[in-house]
């Protein structure tokens, strides 16, 4: 079936770096893929979509500048957290289409904790 | 406006015993819609999902569920709960052209032995 891989599973990062999680379609080509955000004990929440060969599309609130997203093939789009803070600690996980019957696959998703 | 509705938070059930899980949307079109299970600290699991055809759709692990148009719902069903069914599940929509998922709120199952 198919899979997406999302490295790193988890990162601890200082305030002030930068972050970068990677998003993989093994066995396809994921012309679009949604990056999502979950808060502890809450539900996913869309941050963004991301189209090969595009500029993402951000959901309302979310800011472009700080979580830059990278979809320069057809197999691999990135999640940047830019000078990260304490706040963005959170689980994040992204998504891809795999096919109109096939639906959506999600990576295993990134544990973020910045200290 | 678009959303997705879980309206349990917590549900505990018995092992042996059934289970329904609740999901209620709204959605403009058409929806096309998803259960998935999430284990903790791992990613999404894909249940069952559903975009036209019978009402009921079969999933893995033993799940089904049951699209109601006129209620807007989608409730999963399990006849039969095993411990290791102990999870968060989130119900899902999506519109036919990929362009927007909406997650609930999520709903824990605990499993009593």
């Known amino acids: 079936g198919a899979v997406v891989s999302q490295h790193p599973s988890w990162v601890i990062c200082k305030s002030g770096t930068s972050v970068k999680i990677e998003c993989r379609s093994l066995?396809?080509?994921?012309?679009?893929m949604f990056w999502y955000r979950q808060f502890p004990k809450q539900s996913l929440m869309l941050m963004a979509t991301?189209?090969?060969?595009?500029?993402?599309?951000?959901e309302q609130g979310v800011e472009k500048d700080k979580f830059l997203i990278n979809h320069a093939s057809l197999t691999l789009s990135t999640l940047t957290v830019t000078s990260a803070h304490p706040e963005d600690s959170s689980f994040y996980i992204c998504?891809?289409?795999?096919?109109?019957?096939?639906?959506?696959?999600f990576g295993s998703g990134t544990r973020l904790t910045v200290v | 406006a678009q959303s997705v509705t879980q309206p349990d938070i917590h549900i505990t059930v018995s092992e042996g015993a059934s289970l329904e899980l609740r999901c209620n949307y709204s959605?403009?079109?058409?929806?096309?819609l998803f259960w998935y299970v999430q284990s903790p600290g791992q990613g999404l699991q894909l249940l069952l999902k559903y975009f036209s055809g019978d009402t009921l759709v079969q999933g893995i692990k033993g799940f089904e569920a049951e699209f109601k148009r006129s209620q807007s719902s989608f409730n999963l069903r399990k006849p039969s709960v095993h411990w290791s069914d102990a999870a968060e599940y989130f119900c899902?929509?999506?519109?036919?052209?990929?362009?927007?998922?909406?997650f609930g709120s999520g709903t824990k199952l605990n499993v009593k032995p």
């Open positions: 959605y403009g079109a058409t929806p096309y």
């Open positions: 998504s891809a289409r795999t096919g109109e019957n096939r639906g959506y696959t």
């Open positions: 066995d396809f080509q994921a012309t679009t």
């Open positions: 899902a929509v999506g519109d036919y052209n990929f362009n927007k998922f909406y």
């Open positions: 991301s189209n090969e060969g595009s500029k993402a599309t951000y």
